[in-house]
Nanobody, 126 residues
Framework: VQLQASGGGLVQPGGSLRLSCAAS????????MGWFRQPPGKEREFVSA????????NYADSVKGRFTISRDRAKNTVYLQMNSLRPEDTAVHYC????????????????????WGQGTLVTVSS
């Protein structure tokens, strides 16, 4: 499956953005969709993930309570709603998927994902 991420941009601290990740093919309930990000000069890190069925979600501690992952079955699209953005959220954000239903503890491991989108830059700055 091919993934197309979009929605990044420049936003002031405290602002909001919604990222989208459209999958080229229909995804089954067994799929896991994830969001990762790579801040400037740092390693890629996990942000959030969910089973396509909606049964399981996971968030990095740094984004809990601020970010929400969701999906639209009809549009084959997963979203990342980002609120209360901080300068440290500045990063290239990537969506990823696998046709395996990952358990919550496995979701943060990038090696478990097979397909990756091209990345979309989020810049939080005043």
């Amino acid at each position: 499956v091919q993934l197309q991420a979009s929605g990044g941009g420049l936003v002031q601290p405290g602002g909001s953005l919604r990222l989208s990740c459209a999958a080229s093919d229909r995804t089954s309930s067994d799929y896991t969709m994830g969001w990762f990000r790579q801040p400037p000069g740092k390693e890629r890190e996990f942000v959030s993930a969910m089973r396509w069925s909606g049964s399981t979600t996971n968030y990095a501690d740094s984004v809990k309570g601020r970010f929400t992952i969701s999906r639209d079955r009809a549009k084959n699209t997963v979203y990342l709603q980002m609120n209360s953005l901080r300068p440290e959220d500045t990063a290239v954000h990537y969506c990823a998927s696998t046709n395996r239903g990952l358990i919550m503890s496995a979701m943060p491991d990038a090696r478990g994902y097979v397909s990756w989108g091209q990345g979309t830059l989020v810049t939080v700055s005043s």
